[in-house]
């Protein structure tokens, strides 16, 4: 009560940031007379000024107005858009390093330019971060325009994209990118061997596009580069042979965690099935260490039959299983489970088995976007995670007020007992609305509801599109006609992300259709009859009441079923949304609905009817609060494991940088040197012990083998008053003047360039068996618990243990590998390019003999007596057209090119042969 009086009184703290930006917005309306009166060039060179003004030590904030204003004004003449008020404050927040919270259709895209174009001004860059490759090319073609009409640069990433391209995009002011490829990019940098092959510069400022999405939703699957493992296709078909004969006795499946376990009745019928398929050794149990490689496997077969279902949780298209994202609906193309999960499931739909890869790079997109310096964000809905936003992130989420009111109906929602009685009520429903031209978005949560209600639908007569993960490819265009009059789309998870539903339909799409319809009209001619008509179908929808928004089941996360709602009633226009659920829906069937069906019950419901109260309502939004609670449990488990290995992987990517960006490493391999010495002294030395004590024969073998010298260390132990560190110094001494004779042979320019590529070789080879034994032990230290020992103080000591090893085999490889090298002999160089030669002119035969065979041999003169339409493939061409050749004296040869076979007859290309010469 008497926080419901505060509020009135003082606001929340959501108005109170509010109104903290209206006075600056008042500034920057009161800059648009000014800025209207600057001709082109004049906004671009208010960008330099900017620019100036900042190295000179004044401060972004200071500068927003300004630059706030002249953002607005080159969009307003590159778009013809004018920013409304709330979309400055939009701005201003992310500018801040907040989430805005827009409603749907209320101009995200233009607001982000705001913040994008002042922070650019530093020149350090901003990523503007999007859900998939088509909107971030379209954001950056549409947004191209206001920043050029600013006078900056715009780039965009995509994949597969030329490494130049990609480049000179990370180079431009304003970079449109994919959450995936910015965090691919970002691991591949971090594997490259020359500091001019990378391509990300700094992570100074990004704002993430549906925020929500990218950063909590998909903060669960870390970004993997992999590489083939050993192919074990054979094990998977035999394993996944053995799970259709499972009963239900033998496993228990929870739904709620989405795990599946195996009884104690279920391992001995495995067990004794294993063995009899010879799978199992005889003799072996399941609970033989030995055995962990079948049980995993198996275990993963049950997963993927059980908890993974064909046409939601994964499709099969063109041979693959390619997995659905769970938010969106999209096909996530490229993704794949990991542990040989994936591998599980295409042994259970009977395609290609391709093999388990091992990690090669791996970050999560908390701890990759956690590297900005300052990061924003915007989305639809953001509210019901903000404790997770600013627990993880640091960022607070504003609710930016709508530019004009609301005007949607939201509607409780109709509970039936059973899903028949729903899916025939929603028919019945859209008929309804259909009759009355009343555009329908129908939501639903799988490819499979979404087919089966548009079955029902065509048995009912009406027209209407489907929208999912199998058609995806006309997303947009589908989503575009969604507000057409009388139009019924069923979209599976993904109502209209990325292109609004405007009533009547989007007109810019009628544009394009006509135009490329009617190729001989003028295009003006046909965008003014299509605006005009335009005109009359939105105010006949608007007259219908507006988009409808249907959704058949409630998601796990508010968030879904908000964004779903929110795509009806954008910008003040009419609209309606109702939940249609029932009993037997996967969210009200795990939590506890068996109460609420006796409640039913008891009240008499006859067939058809529906129960519809706000009790209802708030009674499933607890539920969802806390599925999304027990996720945020999860997530922020995977993150506290993921920042121990992440500490190490911001120490090893930094040490490969600096790596790359030093010319001369020999400081750096001199220390490993001497530590590696330390290191063997003390093992066959040991400190406070007696030269008759030690290890002298162990001491000159690991001499030899580690540091490639032959020391007289056994003749040093019978000296007196040799002890450690004179045996320490004297093996220094040897070892320095050996790599020192390498630099000479080598030159040092040579051997810098050696020791630089040895150094980055076996980081990266010991990082990637690092990251191979910490996901050993991460999927093992759980059982530590059982000693009631906490897993992750557990896994921090030991991965802390480890790293030291690493860093310890990492100096000793580096050492005994440098000590190895040497100049080839001119000898092994003669033989080397002799054996060079012979491929080259056994290549050369080879071409010779398919071309022979392949064409008829060119004469010398052509039948018209004109010189040869094409070169012949023997130095007799020379001959011909050189006056005075000879193939002994290379001053006749003229000037051949690098390709052509050599003058001398040798066979073997200029440049392999006399060419090499010059």
């Known amino acids: 009560m008497l926080g419901k009086l505060a509020r009135k009184v003082f606001g929340t703290p959501n108005d109170r940031k509010i109104k903290a930006t209206r006075p600056i917005v008042d500034k920057i309306n009161a800059l648009e007379p000014e800025f209207e009166k600057l001709d082109d060039a004049g ?37 013809g858009l004018r920013a409304f008020d709330v979309q400055l404050m939009g701005g201003i927040f992310l500018h801040q390093g907040n989430i805005a919270e827009m409603k749907t259709g209320e101009g995200k895209t233009l607001m982000s330019t705001f913040a994008a174009y002042l922070n650019a001004l530093t020149g350090r860059g901003v990523h503007i971060v999007t859900v998939n490759d088509y909107l971030a090319k379209r954001d950056a073609e549409w947004m191209a325009k206001v920043y050029g009409a600013l006078g900056l640069t715009t780039g965009v990433i995509y ?22 490829e910015l965090g691919f990019d970002y691991l591949r940098d971090n594997m490259k061997s020359d500091i001019r092959q990378m391509h990300q510069r700094d992570h100074y400022f990004a704002i993430v596009d549906e925020v929500d999405s990218i ?4 903060a669960r699957t870390p970004l993997i580069i992999s590489g083939p493992a050993d192919d074990r296709s054979d094990l998977y078909v035999a394993i996944d042979k053995l799970i259709p004969e499972l009963n239900e006795d033998h ?48 275990n993963q077969a049950i997963r993927a039959h059980k908890l993974f279902l064909k046409d939601k ?22 993704r794949r489970l990991s542990d040989g999960l994936h591998q599980a499931i295409e042994a259970k739909e009977g395609l290609e088995i391709k093999p388990e890869n091992v990690t090669l790079a791996s970050v999560t997109f908390q701890n990759y976007f956690r590297l900005y310096e300052k990061l924003g964000g915007m989305t639809g809905t953001a509210s019901t995670e903000a404790d997770e936003f600013m627990e993880i992130y640091g960022l607070g989420v504003v609710e930016v007020p709508t530019n004009r009111p609301i005007a949607r109906i939201d509607e409780d929602d109709q509970v039936y007992r059973t899903a028949r009685e729903k899916y025939a009520a929603i028919v019945e429903e859209i008929k309804l609305a259909h009759e009355r031209q009343q555009p329908v978005l129908l ?75 009617n190729p001989d009209r003028h295009p003006d001619d046909i965008r003014a009859e299509i605006e005009e008509a335009h005109k009359a179908d939105e105010q006949a929808v608007k007259d219908a009441g507006g988009l409808f928004v249907l959704a058949s089941e409630r998601h796990e996360s508010r968030r879904i079923d908000n964004q779903l709602r929110g795509r009806a009633g954008r910008q003040g226009d009419p609209g309606r949304s109702s939940f249609f659920l029932s009993l037997e829906d996967d969210l009200m069937r795990i939590f506890g609905s068996d109460r609420l069906d006796k409640v039913l019950s008891s009240l008499g419901m006859k067939e058809g009817e529906a129960i519809v109260h706000p009790w209802v309502n708030k009674s499933l939004e607890r539920a969802q609060a806390k599925v999304e609670g027990r996720n945020f449990d999860m997530r922020k488990q995977i993150l506290k494991f993921d920042d121990v290995m992440n500490d190490q992987r911001k120490m090893i990517f930094a040490q490969r940088r600096e790596i790359m960006e030093s010319t001369d490493q020999s400081e750096i391999i001199e220390d490993m040197r001497e530590d590696v010495i330390e290191d063997l002294v003390d093992t066959f030395c040991p400190p406070r012990s007696y030269s008759d004590q030690w290890d002298l024969q162990g001491l000159y073998a690991a001499c030899i ?48 360039s050696i020791e630089k590529q040895v150094l980055l070789q076996t980081i990266d080879k010991k990082w990637r068996e690092h990251l191979l034994t910490l996901e050993h032990l991460r999927s093992v230290i759980g059982f530590r618990s059982y000693a009631q020992r906490d897993p ?88 011909n057209a050189i006056p005075g050749f000879d193939e002994n004296d290379r001053s006749t040869w003229g000037n051949p090119g690098r390709n052509d076979l050599c003058p001398c007859g040798s066979g073997e290309k200029f440049k392999h042969c006399h060419g090499s010469l010059v």
């Open 43 to 79: 906004l671009v060179a208010k960008t330099a000024e900017f620019r100036e003004r900042l190295e000179k030590g004044e401060s972004l904030d200071h500068l927003l107005p300004e630059a706030f204003a002249n953002c607005r004004e080159g969009a307003k003449r590159a778009l």
């Open 159 to 180: 994949p597969q994209q030329p490494e130049q391209e990609k480049k000179a995009a990370y180079e431009c002011d304003i970079t449109y990118a994919t959450n995936n």
């Open 215 to 218: 950063l909590i939703d998909e």
């Open 251 to 298: 496993y228990e499946v929870d739904e709620k965690t989405r795990n599946v376990s195996f009884t104690d009745e279920g391992n001995e019928y495995l067990e004794e099935h294993l063995h009899a398929r010879g799978l199992l050794p005889e003799g072996q149990s399941l609970y033989d260490p030995e055995s962990t490689t079948v049980v995993h496997h198996v």
């Open 313 to 334: 949780d994964y499709i099969v298209r063109d041979g693959e299983a390619m997995l659905i994202d769970e938010f969106t609906g999209r096909m996530m193309s490229g």
């Open 443 to 517: 939501g639903t949560t799988s490819i499979e509801k979404s087919e089966m209600l548009s079955q029902m639908l065509t048995q009912a007569g009406v027209p209407h599109n489907v929208l999912n993960a199998r058609q995806h490819e006309k997303e947009a265009q589908i989503v575009a006609d969604a507000g057409r009059l009388g139009a019924v789309t069923i979209a599976t998870n993904m109502a209209g992300r990325g292109t609004d539903i405007k009533l009547g339909g989007n007109v810019e799409f009628k544009i394009m259709e006509a135009i490329e319809a």
């Open 705 to 752: 083998e580690k540091l490639g010298i032959d020391v007289p260390v056994m003749a040093w132990g019978a000296e007196d008053g040799v002890d450690q560190d004179v045996v320490k110094e004297r093996i220094t001494e040897a070892a320095d003047a050996f790599m020192a004779s390498k630099e000479e042979a080598f030159g040092p320019d040579n051997m810098r």
């Open 792 to 879: 992750l103080n557990e896994y921090k000591n030991e991965a802390f243990q480890l790293f030291q090893n690493l860093l310890e085999g990492l100096r000793e490889t580096v050492t005994e590998q440098l000590s190895q090298i040497r100049p080839m002999t001119e000898e092994e160089r003669q033989q080397m390019m002799a054996e060079l030669r012979e491929q080259q002119q056994a290549m050369q035969a080879a071409l010779r003999a398919q071309q022979e065979a392949a064409a008829p041999v060119l004469s010398e003169t052509a039948a018209d007596g004109s010189a040869p339409t094409e070169a012949a493939a023997a130095p007799v061409e020379y001959a």
